[in-house]
């Protein structure tokens, strides 16, 4: 049975960090393209970032780039999410997801909560 369990949210001031992780198990991990996707409160998900199966090749949406940096862990069969300086708008419940080519986010996690607050 393909799980992915996140960990790491929490309530963080202006400028702070996170480091987000997505424990996976039921599949091989290292053969698949992992994303982060973060849905704000009465907003419709919002892709973050993707790393590919071997960790060699990373994507960042553009209000997270230099901010956020994805990076897995196969022999642990984590995926993580540093996140710094982090904003008000970055407050969403935060999920990992497995990605299949040509068919997109087959598996997704229960989701953490990142809040961001003075």
């Known amino acids: 049975e393909v799980q992915l369990v996140e960990s790491g949210g929490g309530l963080v001031q202006p400028g702070g960090s996170l480091r987000l992780s997505c424990a996976a198990s039921g599949f091989t991990f290292g053969s698949y393209d992992m994303s982060w996707v973060r849905q704000a409160p009465g907003k419709g998900p919002e892709w973050v970032s993707s790393i590919s199966g071997a960790g060699d090749s990373t994507l960042y949406a553009d209000p997270v780039k230099v901010r956020f940096t994805i990076s897995r862990d196969n022999a642990k069969n984590t995926l993580y999410l540093q996140m710094d300086s982090l904003k008000l708008e970055d407050v969403a419940l935060y999920y990992c997801?497995?990605?299949?080519?040509?068919?997109?986010?087959?598996?997704w996690g229960q989701g953490t909560q990142v809040t961001v607050s003075p």
């Open positions: 997801a497995r990605r299949r080519p040509g068919i997109g986010y087959d598996f």
